[in-house]
Nanobody, 126 residues
């Protein structure tokens, strides 16, 4: 089992920035690909960004390229999501997810991830 806990969410004005963190425990962190997804009220969960076990490969939803940056620190068992120039449409619950790198087929697919955190709320005011 892998336990994930997100932090760093909150209320921010449009144009502002937030840095989300996801701390992992339970298994060898560097065995896992990590990702961020989000779900806005009344909408389906959507892919935001993912990162390979080493951090060398990163993947982004087209709409987030250039605005969001995913990174990881394997020594700290933590993955981050830096979000800049936030807009009200970014308001959502943001979830961290983990999947064994050796079994990863599609980094952008939610069903590829076996472990999920409880989420952290991000609210962007206009």
């Amino acid at each position: 089992q892998v336990q994930l806990v997100e932090s760093g969410g909150g209320l921010v004005q449009a144009g502002g920035s937030l840095r989300l963190s996801c701390s992992a425990s339970g298994r060898t962190f560097s065995d896992y690909a990590m990702a961020w997804f989000r779900q806005a009220p009344g909408q389906e969960r959507e892919f935001v960004a993912a990162i390979s076990w080493s951090g060398y490969r990163t993947y982004y939803a087209d709409s987030q390229k250039g605005r969001f940056t995913i990174s990881r620190d394997n020594a700290k068992n933590t993955v981050y999501l830096e979000m800049n120039d936030l807009k009200p449409e970014h308001t959502a619950v943001y979830y961290c997810a983990a999947a064994l790198e050796s079994k990863m087929l599609d980094y952008g697919l939610g069903s590829a991830y076996a472990y999920w955190g409880p989420g952290t709320q991000v609210t962007v005011s206009s």
